[in-house]
């Protein structure tokens, strides 16, 4: 089955500048890549996502990329904002299958005033 | 309506207590989701229900038993439950078809004493 390794597990910023979360994935069937967003005590809420047929994809301060052929994608954050802070999961999946969702471990990232 | 919503917020129970979480929604989703997940950890998958009918079991315990009593609606019946099983857990739903493309309930907090 998929296995996804995400890094780093806790990630601490200054407030403005960036943050990269980076994950890789085993199995090459997969094709589509989402990052969700969890604050304390609260349910995940997707945040970005990709497809294999995509190599970057960006949203205002958030942007993710993907190496196929190296199997990692990255989520990248600007001008990081005290209300970035939260646990980032990313995962994988195949699109178009029956496939569940496969989890990365998380990343804490705390943003310093 | 395209929210997730489930009860109870939070729940405390003792080992010998039976209880029951709810998870409602009312997107058109055919597939749902139970999962539970410890803090700072991933998701782990629990249960999927396809068209009302259970189609993956993750080897969940049988102090743990899912229903679904219609296409909107989605249960989990808890009977003497451990300490060790206090962890938030999480209703999702999805189109089949999209399971990659799931949306998150805000959880129910468990606490076992």
């Known amino acids: 089955g998929e296995n996804v390794e995400q890094h780093p597990s806790t990630l601490s910023v200054q407030e403005g500048d960036s943050a990269v979360i980076k994950c890789t994935y085993s199995?090459?069937?997969?094709?589509?890549f989402p990052w969700y967003k969890q604050e304390l005590g609260k349910r995940p809420q997707l945040i970005i996502d990709?497809?294999?047929?995509?190599g970057e994809k960006k949203d205002q301060r958030i942007a993710v990329t993907l190496n196929k052929t190296a199997k990692h994608f990255s989520l990248h954050i600007t001008e990081t904002q005290p209300e970035d802070s939260a646990v980032y999961f990313c995962?994988?999946?195949?699109?178009?299958?029956?496939?569940?969702?496969?989890f990365g471990s998380g990343t804490q990232l705390t943003v310093l005033p | 309506d395209t929210e997730v919503t489930q009860t109870p917020k939070h729940l405390v129970m003792g080992m010998t207590n039976k209880k029951s979480l709810k998870c409602e929604q009312h997107m058109g989703h055919r597939a749902m989701y139970w999962y539970k997940q410890k803090a700072k950890k991933p998701p782990e998958l629990m249960f999927v229900?396809?068209?009302?009918?259970?189609?993956i079991n993750e080897s969940v315990p049988s102090r743990f038993s899912p229903e679904c009593p219609n296409s909107s609606l989605l249960n989990l019946h808890l009977h003497a439950l451990q300490p060790e099983d206090s962890a938030l857990y999480l209703c999702?739903?999805?189109?089949?078809?999209?399971?990659?493309?799931?949306?998150f309930g805000p959880g129910t907090r468990l606490t076992v004493l």
């Open positions: 995962a994988a999946s195949t699109a178009g299958s029956a496939r569940q969702l496969t």
């Open positions: 999702a739903s999805s189109q089949v078809g999209r399971e990659y493309e799931q949306f």
């Open positions: 990709i497809r294999s047929n995509v």
């Open positions: 199995d090459s069937a997969s094709n589509y």
């Open positions: 229900y396809s068209y009302e009918k259970l189609s």
